[in-house]
Every structure is written in structure tokens, then in C-alpha cells.
């Protein structure tokens, strides 16, 4: 099994991942996932600039969907800003295909870096703006 990882629609990827790095643009997140369920393509499946719950609710519980998220942080006197790699390893996904997955794991976690964080997780309702706000403190 290979250990590669391509995408679909490569521009579009790139434009969702420079978008949410971007000081000049509002979005704030941006999810992807696999492209009709391979293990080895993924796509951009939305980008937004509302709250983190937006990204939430286009996240599936059935399948393994990754996150790029841009927070603001106050630090002393300035406020910087953080990226936050989310995964979703949904707790839906069947073991078989959950190993093919996880195969992969390597190559896409590095189409995502740089990155402060990771926060990992097996259901979207655990993927709240605290526990990355907590998770982004912890790392001070």
C-alpha cells in the first residue's frame, strides 16, 4: 500500500491553505478530506472565516477529514498568530479502512506544516475553540 498522498484540485488546495496563513485575507479555517474515500487523494472540501463551529459542521463523524485553523492570541502586549492542524479520525470509519488511513498520515500532516499545534480527535464534537486555545497555552 502506498504511503503517498496526492490532491485533488491542486489549486484549489493551495489557495484554501495560503488563505487561511494570509494576514490580508479572512478566512479563518479551511477542512479537507479524502477525494471519494481514497486513502491516497484529498481535497478541499471548504474554507471560511466564521467561527470554528462552521468548520465543525461540514465535519462527518464517518470519515477522516483534516483541519487548518487560524487563531489570534494575546501574548504580554501583542497579539500573534497560531495554526492549528486538526484531525478528524472519525469514530464512524470502518478498522479496515481506518489502518488504510492511517497509512497516509505522514505525508498529509506535511502538506499542512507549518503548524503550532495538533489537536487529533475521533468525533467533531470534541473539536471546540477552548481545547485549542487550551492546547495553544499549553505549548507557551
Same mark, same amino acid.
Given at each position: 500500500? /502506498?504511503?503517498?498522498? /496526492?490532491?485533488?484540485?491542486?489549486?484549489?488546495?493551495?489557495?484554501?491553505?495560503?488563505?487561511?496563513?494570509?494576514?490580508?485575507?479572512?478566512?479563518?479555517?479551511?477542512?479537507?478530506?479524502?477525494?471519494?474515500?481514497?486513502?491516497?487523494? =484529498?481535497?478541499?472540501?471548504?474554507?471560511?472565516? !466564521?467561527?470554528?463551529?462552521?468548520?465543525?459542521?461540514?465535519?462527518?463523524?464517518?470519515?477522516?477529514?483534516?483541519? @487548518?485553523?487560524?487563531?489570534?492570541?494575546?501574548?504580554?502586549?501583542?497579539?500573534?498568530?497560531?495554526?492549528?492542524?486538526?484531525?478528524?479520525? !472519525?469514530?464512524?470509519?470502518?478498522?479496515?479502512?481506518?489502518?488504510?488511513?492511517?497509512?497516509?498520515?505522514?505525508? =498529509?500532516?506535511?502538506?499542512? /506544516?507549518?503548524?503550532?499545534?495538533?489537536?487529533?480527535?475521533?468525533?467533531?464534537?470534541? =473539536?471546540?475553540?477552548?481545547?485549542?486555545?487550551?492546547? @495553544?497555552?499549553?505549548?507557551?
Amino acid at each position: 500500500m /502506498s504511503t503517498s498522498v /496526492s490532491v485533488f484540485d491542486e489549486e484549489r488546495f493551495q489557495n484554501a491553505i495560503a488563505d487561511v496563513r494570509a494576514d490580508s485575507v479572512q478566512t479563518t479555517w479551511a477542512l479537507f478530506a479524502h477525494h471519494e474515500s481514497s486513502p491516497n487523494v =484529498i481535497e478541499c472540501v471548504g474554507d471560511g472565516s !466564521g467561527d470554528l463551529s462552521d468548520m465543525v459542521d461540514l465535519m462527518d463523524d464517518a470519515q477522516f477529514m483534516y483541519g @487548518l485553523v487560524r487563531l489570534e492570541q494575546a501574548f504580554d502586549m501583542s497579539t500573534t498568530v497560531k495554526f492549528a492542524y486538526v484531525i478528524l479520525g !472519525g469514530k464512524d470509519v470502518k478498522f479496515v479502512k481506518r489502518g488504510k488511513f492511517g497509512v497516509v498520515q505522514g505525508a =498529509i500532516e506535511g502538506l499542512f /506544516s507549518p503548524y503550532h499545534i495538533v489537536v487529533e480527535v475521533d468525533t467533531k464534537d470534541d =473539536i471546540t475553540q477552548e481545547l485549542i486555545e487550551t492546547k @495553544l497555552q499549553e505549548t507557551r
